[in-house]
């Protein structure tokens, strides 16, 4: 199962830009890289997805390495309601594409 | 759209007990699962389901059975619960990537928190 590795927890300042990173050595040439959060006492909830190239939407934007074995779930300006666990996960679209592991995710702590 | 819903939100068993989280979505999804979230923990696969009658293991299965009738429910039975099981469970459902050529997001439940004493 292609895996991905996270920091355990950041911080940020209130209106400031974040930017959380995922390691993902593994990755397949069919994996698309999904960003997750998960607020206090919620379920998870989508944030945004990619294959290759950069994407943008209302949440957050996402930057992926030129050999995608890294990327970057950005944050431009962080609110309180954005203080949640992040999770980063690889989902391809051939072979075994059930087995979604979610690992433990990266805590952002937003400082007022 | 109701999109997905769990129930119960809350239950509270005795060890030995058995019973059953359902879980329903409304969005004709192939790929449906389960994960159980301990406290201050990530997420755990338990078991996935592709499409009706197709069902596979996850990451922690063991005493934990499912079944994939129909498009519309994937349920998850404890058989003899054990304080071990003690957990949030959240259910997600989406478009098969494999089957529709997309990467499909995830719809999560608000979740199921089992407590087995």
């Known amino acids: 199962d292609a895996k991905t590795t996270q920091p355990n927890s950041m911080e940020s300042n209130e209106e400031e830009p974040v930017h959380l990173p995922c390691n993902h050595s593994?990755?397949?040439?069919?994996?698309?890289i999904h960003w997750y959060r998960q607020l206090p006492s919620q379920g998870p909830e989508y944030v945004i997805h990619?294959?290759?190239s950069n994407v943008n939407n209302r949440m957050a934007s996402l930057a992926i390495a030129e050999d995608r074995k890294s990327s970057t779930l950005i944050l431009h300006r962080a609110t309180l309601r954005d203080a949640a666990v992040y999770y980063c996960?690889?989902?391809?679209?051939?072979?075994?594409?059930?087995?979604?592991?979610f690992g433990q995710g990266t805590t952002l702590q937003v400082k007022p | 759209n109701a999109g997905v819903t769990q129930t119960p939100k809350f239950q509270v068993l005795k060890t030995g007990q058995s019973m059953t989280l359902q879980c329903a979505q409304d969005?004709?999804?192939?790929?449906m699962s389960w994960y159980r979230q301990d406290p201050g923990m990530g997420l755990r696969l338990i078991h996935y389901?592709?499409?009706?009658?197709?069902?596979d293991q996850g990451e922690v299965p063991n005493g934990y059975n499912v079944s994939r009738s129909t498009t519309e429910d994937f349920p998850l039975r404890l058989l003899s619960a054990a304080p071990s099981q003690t957990s949030v469970y959240f259910c997600?459902?989406?478009?098969?990537?494999?089957?529709?050529?997309?990467?499909?997001?995830?719809?999560f439940g608000e979740g199921s928190r089992l407590t087995v004493l």
């Open positions: 997600a459902s989406s478009y098969s990537g494999f089957r529709r050529g997309v990467s499909g997001e995830l719809f």
């Open positions: 593994t990755i397949s040439g069919t994996d698309y």
């Open positions: 990619g294959l290759t």
């Open positions: 996960i690889l989902r391809g679209l051939s072979g075994n594409t059930g087995k979604l592991i």
């Open positions: 969005m004709n999804h192939e790929y």
């Open positions: 389901s592709v499409g009706a009658g197709i069902t």
